[in-house]
């Protein structure tokens, strides 16, 4: 892992790996029971580049339109104002 | 009907897209209870073990999407020292073979995403304009900054360097991508091929840097960054 002020630096492969193994896994599981998307092709995704990057540009991994959409909504759903409005 | 009540419709319809469980129940639900019931107390909306599952996974997705997002730090190269630290950085785990990357822009100058383009032996990289325009596209860049290491620390770039940016640069400007620098690294200095004047001027943005976030350089044939240390140090001499 790499620090610059004191902040990590790239969200690269081994940072990804370092600390966050399980929420990928568990986001790219659940991603794949909506979109039908294979589970290890989401996780190694989420890996190389983000899963904001996923729900961003779904063009990336592929995703047809109908997988687009349900990305999209995955995304708003998720993102709702929470924190406009409540807190979970 | 105002924000809240829209962005409650919107909530209802996604949540019963993504759980099978009617509008009209989560609605009635909801008169008396808060959304943040639902991810609580999923049993209290419906009891039956399917919508739970489905319930709780929305919760698991949004927990880790957070934790995901926490860790995701957005950084803004709209200057060369700051792409040079950047590359500098990120380079700092590629010492073995000299490798070509390249950091896609969005109009704020905010890394998208940093991508290896090609990976080479110890001295040299090979990369194809035409594989950097298909990603650069894929990601909605703006600008692109791209970066190469030299394994063997130097960091003067060498005519190859120079032409594969200008062609690079060409390539991209037909669909409206500048290229704002191509930084070299060898070990822990860079150099930017921008502000050593090493890149035509006339295919990129510039070569000063302003501070404000909105441009790496502007336009016109500003004496470049090198130049005018020169000519400090010159003039502290005197």
């Known amino acids: 892992m790499k620090y610059e002020e004191g902040k990590e630096m790239l969200s690269n492969y081994s940072f990804m790996i370092d600390g966050n193994e399980e929420n990928i896994d568990t986001a790219a599981r659940i991603i794949s029971k909506y979109t039908e998307i294979p589970y290890k092709k989401i996780k190694t995704f989420i890996m190389a580049e983000g899963l904001k990057t996923l729900f961003d540009n779904p063009s990336l991994i592929g995703a047809n339109e109908k997988q687009t959409r349900i990305l999209f909504d995955l995304k708003e759903m998720i993102d709702w104002g929470f924190d406009t409005y409540e807190s979970v | ?238």
């Open chain 2, 1 to 238: 009907m105002n924000q809240y009540s829209k962005d409650l419709d919107r909530f209802v319809e996604l949540l019963a897209k993504f759980t099978g469980i009617s509008k009209s129940k989560i609605n009635s639900f909801l008169e008396y209870n808060s959304v943040s019931t639902i991810f609580e107390h999923p049993a209290s909306l419906s009891p039956k073990a399917e919508h739970i599952d489905k319930i709780n996974d929305l919760k698991l997705l949004r927990n880790c999407y957070l934790n995901l997002k926490s860790h995701d730090m957005e950084y803004v190269l709209n200057s060369s020292s700051k792409a040079g630290d950047y590359f500098v950085n990120f380079f700092m785990d590629y010492k073995d073979k000299e490798k070509f990357v390249c950091s896609f822009l969005d109009n704020k100058n905010r890394v998208i995403a940093t991508s290896i383009m090609s990976e080479g032996t110890v001295n040299s990289a090979f990369v194809f304009p035409r594989e950097l325009l298909k990603k650069a596209i894929c990601y909605d860049a703006c600008s692109v900054i791209l970066s190469h290491n030299h394994p063997g620390g130097s960091t003067n770039p060498s005519k190859e360097d120079v032409d594969v940016t200008n062609r690079i640069a060409k390539v991209l400007s037909e669909v409206d991508i500048k290229v704002l620098d191509h930084i070299i690294v060898g070990g822990d200095r860079y150099l930017s091929m921008a502000e050593g004047g090493y890149i035509n001027t006339q295919t990129l943005v510039g070569n000063r840097v302003i501070e404000n976030g909105s441009e790496y350089g502007i336009k016109g044939n500003n004496p470049s960054l090198k130049k005018r240390k020169r000519q400090m140090n010159y003039e502290m001499q005197l």
